[in-house]
């Protein structure tokens, strides 16, 4: 059977691209020499794909920065402000992207999102009264020939016009109807050059055709479509969908006339099943997405071998053995991981072990069984599977199987809590907080780096941070805030501080993840039974408790959000693993109470990512697990410790219920974009936990004024009971300068006397 890949990591094996730009950024290269590394790698990833003996090779999913904001400039979807600075279109494209300041102007950058369940970001368009859509270049065509100038043949990959259009945000009372013409046209375009350029399949990314549509929806599909197709010439179209399964969509686009429809067999739950319901127009192949693009564990090759001979089965379509969607959102090889033990490393299959797993599947596929059953390689391959992992903890799985109703539930109620921790904690009306880190100085940085390399010992490297969280303390008490934190100067990140002092994980040495731009992150890995190893934050929330009268919040990060930023494990279910991390920080909470800290904080900052695509999916795979892995935590608390939790996006209108529902006495939430609407939520919803929503933008240099704040504060209070709001800035200050902290945490703090005053209070 002939492979395909849906689209290939473009940051670089050792994040070249990262390196490059951010040069070109620092005017220390000059956009030739970008241009010219963007070349060369672009080259090596064909060359690693021709090698693997990939049929169908992407081309066109390479991007200086995110292929979405490509995609803009391609139809010409550059607001205003930024066609007015003037720039060439790669620094237009920048501004965009990053914001620009400078003599030419002063803009902001376009806003970005999660590019669907992924950690992932993409940079939002933008359709308005100025925008008119057509093609105005060619990268896609560009890059094809580039790849046939060096003898590589490829496919064309991209980003279809109905998921630009679904992502897209609308201004001057504009819709997506509005622009589907337009687009229609300038696809068209795009794909008769294409098609006269030689190219045999040109593949279009639909992911947006795995949610909820309606029949909306669908008709808008079909007439895209039906206007692009009819501009394909010889060329064979693919249409590929990934993340999910077309359900609502899967006969409709059968139906228009595509030489290729592309399902994710791996996240796809009826993918296979639709198949088998509707079959596929005579002469329509079909591209079966058979390895993840996902995960870093390696392909269970007889599991896939019996999903193709089912799919063999059930259609006469020809079939091509395709990754389950881009494996952008996997790190390039296990070849750079030495620092961990083969038994670990031989479980693993990141992009370029994938591209072998998928010729492997194609070579095997084509094999009888007795061919199959004497083929090494995947006798070496059942052998991985069969055999027991280390890392099997009895206690650990004992301690879940045996959790009872109690265990998830706080007592007493949340009113009676709050009227107890009001004497006991003694705050003020409209309390005043940070949501955890201080800026990390250069300073803390450079303590950490050179305690990791040995030069500054254990006893140093504590004395360093203790020096930290005094002065970190003086100054919130002589700032004037209520509710103080330490600081969390021990940490690198939320995610890897927790995994590194929790039995289970393990970290890999070079395996980032483009997460968007120029940033990557590096997961750790879920391997074996999840428990505390030992005492985490204690120490440090002790100590910084113990130099102040005033509360101090200790961190904690929440078990969903360490599950979520991890690479979870497949032989148990995320259920298992979300509550065993649950245990792990609830005996965390409960050593720092034993310890005196008398308000926690658990963070779920990326609760709300992984939301299943489908409403239907929600509660069922997803919060009925998530939202009591929470509870869990905090459930053995005493009535008077403050258990509070922190989200960053507030993109929660719709699961309100199930936010309240966590059982938090406070929440802090970002909403200082202008997104007051939640709160109308809220209090539609009848939202009983005190919330913090932020009050000003952490991810801005800028020093908020008082009058700004007090502004603020009075909006949410024209719909928020003042005895149940807080204030807080949107964020963490970590990315922060010590110079506008200070300062505007000083407004802050005066803006709530202000509207304190106002109360009466
Ligand atoms: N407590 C964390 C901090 O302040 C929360 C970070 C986050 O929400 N991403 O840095
Ligand atoms: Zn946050």
Redesign the pocket.
């Known amino acids: 059977m002939q492979t395909s890949v849906v689209g290939y990591p473009r940051i670089g094996a050792r994040r070249e691209l990262k390196f490059a730009v951010q040069r070109y950024w620092r005017h220390e290269m000059d956009a030739a020499e970008l241009e010219g590394l963007a070349a060369s790698l672009r080259l090596t990833h064909w060359n690693t794909q021709q090698t693997a003996g990939i049929d169908l090779i992407p081309s066109g999913d390479f991007s200086f920065y995110d292929t979405m904001l490509d995609t803009s400039l391609m139809l010409d979807a550059v607001p205003r402000c930024y066609r007015e600075l003037g720039l060439a279109p790669l620094d237009t494209m920048f501004a965009m992207a990053r914001g620009y300041q400078a003599e030419a102007g002063d803009v902001h950058a376009r806003p970005m999102k999660k590019w669907f369940t992924t950690n992932y970001h993409y940079i939002v368009p933008r359709l308005d009264a100025d925008t008119s859509l057509h093609l105005a270049s060619t990268k896609p065509l560009d890059e094809y020939l580039e790849a046939a100038a060096a003898g590589i043949r490829t496919k064309p990959v991209l980003v279809g016009p109905y998921t630009f259009l679904t992502l897209a945000r609308y201004e001057d009372g504009r819709t997506a109807a509005d622009f589907a013409d337009q687009a229609a046209a300038a696809y068209a375009d795009l794909l008769g050059r294409l098609a006269a350029a030689g190219a045999e399949w040109v593949q279009f990314d639909e992911p947006s055709l795995v949610g909820d549509l309606t029949g909306e929806d669908v008709t808008l599909v079909s007439s895209l479509y039906r206007q692009v197709l009819s501009a394909k010439g010889d060329a064979k179209v693919l249409l590929q969908t990934y993340f999910g399964d077309t359900r609502d969509c899967f006969q409709d686009i059968c139906s228009l006339g595509f030489d290729g429809i592309g399902i994710d067999l791996v996240e796809g739950e009826q993918a296979c099943e639709l198949v088998r319901q509707h079959p596929l127009p005579e002469g329509t192949t079909l591209f079966a997405g058979v390895v993840s693009g996902r995960n870093i564990w390696r392909n269970h090759l007889r599991t896939t071998l019996a999903t193709i001979d089912g799919l063999a089965a059930a259609t006469n379509a020809p079939i091509v053995l395709s990754t389950a969607c881009s494996l952008l959102h996997v790190p390039y090889s296990v070849d750079a991981e030495k620092g961990l033990p083969a038994h670990v490393t031989e479980h693993l299959a990141f992009a370029d072990e994938k591209l072998d797993e998928l010729a492997l599947l194609g070579r095997l596929a084509d094999l009888t069984q007795q061919g199959r059953d004497a083929d090494a390689a995947l006798a070496a391959n059942d052998r991985l599977f069969s055999e027991a992992r280390p890392g099997a903890d009895e206690a650990v799985r004992s301690r879940v199987a045996t959790l009872v109703d109690a265990d998830f539930t706080r007592t007493p109620t949340r009113p009676e809590r709050a009227d107890i921790q009001r004497d006991e904690l003694g705050l003020p009306l409209l309390p005043t907080t940070t949501?955890g880190s201080f800026p990390q100085t250069a300073e803390v940085k450079s303590a950490r780096a050179r305690h990791n390399k040995g030069e500054l010992d254990d006893a140093g490297y504590e004395a360093f941070l203790k020096g930290q969280i005094a002065s970190c303390i003086r100054l919130q008490e002589e700032v004037g805030l209520d509710v103080l934190v330490h600081g969390e100067y021990e940490r690198n990140d939320m995610v890897e501080y927790f995994g590194d002092n929790l039995n289970g994980f393990v970290f890999t040495d070079a395996a980032w993840v483009q997460s968007y731009g120029t940033r990557c992150v590096k997961p750790p890995i879920i391997w074996g039974d999840v428990s505390r190893a030992r005492p985490i934050t204690v120490g440090w929330s002790a100590y910084a408790q113990s130099l102040t009268d005033k509360p101090v919040k200790g961190m904690l990060t929440g078990p969903v959000t360490i599950l979520n930023w991890s690479f979870p494990r497949e032989d148990v279910s995320r259920r298992e693993q979300a509550l065993q991390i649950g245990l792990a920080i609830r005996d965390e909470a409960l050593d720092l109470e034993a310890h005196g800290i008398r308000v926690i904080q658990v963070d779920e900052?990326a609760l709300r990512e992984k939301l299943p695509l489908r409403k239907a999916d929600w509660h069922k795979g997803y919060l009925d697990w998530a939202i009591p892995a929470f509870r869990l935590v905090g459930s053995g608390l005493a009535a008077g410790t403050q258990l509070h939790t922190?989200m960053?996006y507030s993109e929660f209108g719709d699961i309100i219920g199930d936010i309240d529902a966590m059982d938090a006495d406070v929440i802090s939430f970002?909403a200082s974009r202008s997104n007051l609407e939640i709160l109308d939520d809220l209090a539609r919803e009848h939202f009983q936990t005190q919330v913090g929503p932020g009050v000003y933008d952490i991810h801005s240099p800028r020093v908020p004024s008082t009058d700004e704040i007090v502004a603020a504060l009075e909006a949410m209070l024209k719909r928020i009971d003042p005895a149940k709001l807080w204030v807080n800035p949107d964020?963490?200050l970590k990315t922060r300068g010590a110079a506008e902290t200070e300062p505007s945490l000083r407004n802050l703090v005066a803006a709530a006397h202000e509207v304190r005053q106002g109360l009466g209070a």
């Open positions: 949501i900052a922190h960053c970002e964020c963490g």
